[in-house]
């Protein structure tokens, strides 16, 4: 049958398929490649990241020890009642 | 004793041909084969040193190549899908004036008929997909798939089944589509 002589020509197809060299260029692109990602070392990173850590731990202990209390506005509690009504 | 940068070479020199041509097989064209090739060498690079010898090279060198030339068309894919429904980019020019099929290893007499194959090839699901290329395209054995593909070597004789049966029924229908057209 056509139908199925066409289909088993078409499975058949890669047959004789020929071993295809890349080129050239391709060992020094490679390269590139290796060194753009190798390009920030992890010690670099992990520095960053313990600044970090550490800018945030002395700013959050400043806080801590400078905690003066709000002093309150005497005109604010004048102008509102307990209820927040306004006349 | 060998260092890295000469086991990496090493493993390069040997194995530059066998990358590029299966990620021709799942690409189907020069550019992108190329592009998925470097990808697997610099994954390479980066653990060559980790590998532990408990599968061959190759059958490891096979795995990174067809899990990145899987990778690499769910990115390509989901990128058409992004400039269908999504703004339109300068990329979009690019991708339209990129050739779908020019696998530069198909003889010349069977260009038109592996284009079909290739392209109903691409509508398997990944399992099958690799599952046939390996077998029919490569030309491994079902103990070398099993390897690959960390799976037993029933599951890919069913795959390898499916696969083919799936194949025959897509070619049927395009063959009714040309004979239509005729």
New interface residues.
């Given amino acids: 049958m056509e139908?199925d002589k066409?289909?088993e020509?078409?499975?058949n197809?890669?047959?004789?398929?020929?071993?295809?060299?890349?080129?050239d260029t391709?060992?020094d692109?490679?390269h590139v490649?290796?060194s753009d990602?190798a390009g920030v070392p992890i010690r670099v990173i992990l520095a960053a990241a313990v600044s970090l850590a550490i800018l945030g731990f002395i700013n959050f202990s400043i806080v801590r020890h400078l905690d003066v209390p709000v002093k309150s506005n005497p005109l604010q509690e004048v102008a509102f009642g307990r209820t927040n009504q306004l006349y | 004793m060998e260092t890295n940068r000469q086991s990496f070479n090493r493993v390069f020199f040997e194995y530059r041909i066998l990358v590029y041509n299966l990620a021709l097989h799942y690409v189907t064209n020069a550019e992108d084969a190329e592009e998925v090739t470097q990808d697997v060498f610099v994954k390479m690079h980066q653990s060559l040193h980790k590998f532990a010898e408990q599968s061959s090279i190759k059958t490891w060198i096979y795995r990174i190549t067809v899990n990145c030339c899987l990778d690499f068309i769910k990115h390509k894919n989901s990128k058409k899908r992004f400039f269908i429904f999504g703004r339109k980019h300068d990329d979009e020019k690019q991708y339209a004036q990129l050739p779908d099929f020019e696998h530069p290893g198909i003889i010349l007499e069977n260009k038109e008929t592996a284009k079909v194959l290739f392209a109903a090839i691409s509508e398997l699901t990944e399992n099958q997909k690799t599952a046939f290329i390996l077998s029919k395209v490569e030309g491994l054995g079902n103990q070398e798939i099993s390897q690959v593909m960390e799976l037993s070597i029933s599951s890919v004789e069913s795959l390898l089944f499916r696969a083919k049966k799936t194949l025959q029924d897509k070619l049927a229908v395009k063959f009714d589509e040309y004979s239509r057209k005729k």
């Fill in positions: 139908k066409w289909i020509e078409v499975l197809s890669t047959n004789g398929m020929l071993k295809v060299a890349p080129p391709l060992r692109a490679i490649k290796i990602r």
